[in-house]
C-alpha cells in the first residue's frame, strides 16, 4: 500500500499534507519503504479512528479533518518508540477530536437553527468500525451534545469500542477513578434523556415509509395517530436552505405544521431509501440531486423526533454513495 494512498482515502488531503510529504520524501533517502509500512498500519486502523471521531464530534467533515491530522502526526512521529501503534493511534485521534470539540461547542452557539449531526451511510458497515453501534445513532448523538467533550469521548470509548477504563483513562490524561465517574455521569444523563425504549429497524422503517406517505398528502389525521404527545420535528437547513429555524413540538402543532407546507415542499421529490447512522432514513431527491434527508425516532408511543437534514454541507457522505 502506497503511503500517497492516505492522502486520497476516503477524502482528499489538505494541500499541506502534499508538501510536507514529499519535502519529508526528499529529505529522507530510506522514507519511502518506512512510510509505506505506516500507511498500512493507519489504514488498518483507519475506520475505528474516524468512528471515534466521528462519534465525538457528531460531524463527518470535521472527523475527517481530524483522522487526517492523526495520520501527518503519525507520519512525522518517532514510530520507533511505538510499542501499541493502535492505541498511538486511538489516543492521538481522541484528544484531537476532544479539541475540535471544545471549539465547535463555541460554533454552534451561533449555529443559525437547530444543530443536527451529519449523517453518514452505513450500508456498509453499520457500526462505523466499533464493536458495537453504540453512540452513533441520530437521537442519541443528539442528546450528546450536552455532555462535555471529555464526557462525550470517555462515553464513546467504552460504550462503542469497549476499552478499558484504564486505557481510557490514559488517552484522556486523568485517573481510572475520574474516568469511571465520566463514563458514570454520560450514562445517567443519556438515561434520564432518552424516550422510551425504541423500536426495532423494521417498525421504524414501516413508521418512516407510513409518516412520508400521509407528508407528502398532507392527512392530518394519520400524521396525528402516528405522532407521540411530545413529537419534536428538527430541520437543520444551517442558514443556507429554508427550514424553521425553530424545533416544532406537540402532536398537533407538528401535524399541522408538515400539512401547511405539504403542497410545495413535495413537489418533484422522488424517495431513495438509505441507512444513515445505522439505521433507516430516507434520502429527498429533486432535479437528480438530494436536497435532504429524513429520519426519525419511534417508541410504543409513537414517532417522537423528526429530523431533517437539509444543510447541503451536511450531506456529501449520503450524496456520494447514492449517486
Sequence with gaps: MSAATIQAYPAPARPVAGREYHRWMRDEPTAGAELDEAADTFLQVRPRLFG?????????????DVVQEAWLRWQRYDRSTVDDPRAFLATTTTRL???VAQSARARRETYIGPWLPEPVDTSADPTLGAERDEALGFAVMLLMEKLTPTERAAYVLREAFDYPFSQI?????????NTRQLVSRARKHLAAERQAKPVDPAEQRRLLDTFLAAAQTGDLTELES??????????????IVRASRIPVRGRETVA??????APRFWVGVSLRPV???????????????????????SSAEGIDRLLWMMNP??????ASVSA
Excluded at 226 to 239: C, I, K, L, N, T
Excluded at 256 to 261: G, L, T, V
Excluded at 277 to 293: K, M, Q, S, T, Y
Aim: hydrophobic share 50%.
Design 52 to 64: 471515534i471521531a466521528y462519534r465525538v464530534l457528531g460531524s463527518a467533515s470535521d472527523a475527517e
Design 97 to 99: 477530536a476532544i479539541n
Design 169 to 177: 483513562a490514559e488517552i484522556i490524561q486523568t485517573s481510572e477513578a
Design 226 to 239: 402516528m405522532f407521540a404527545a411530545d413529537v419534536v420535528s428538527y430541520a437543520d437547513g444551517g442558514g
Design 256 to 261: 399541522k405544521y408538515i400539512r401547511a407546507f
Design 275 to 297: 441507512e444513515t447512522n445505522g439505521e433507516p432514513a430516507v434520502a429527498l431527491v429533486r432535479d437528480g440531486a438530494i436536497f435532504a434527508v429524513v429520519a426519525l425516532s
Design 313 to 318: 454541507q451536511k450531506l456529501a457522505r449520503v
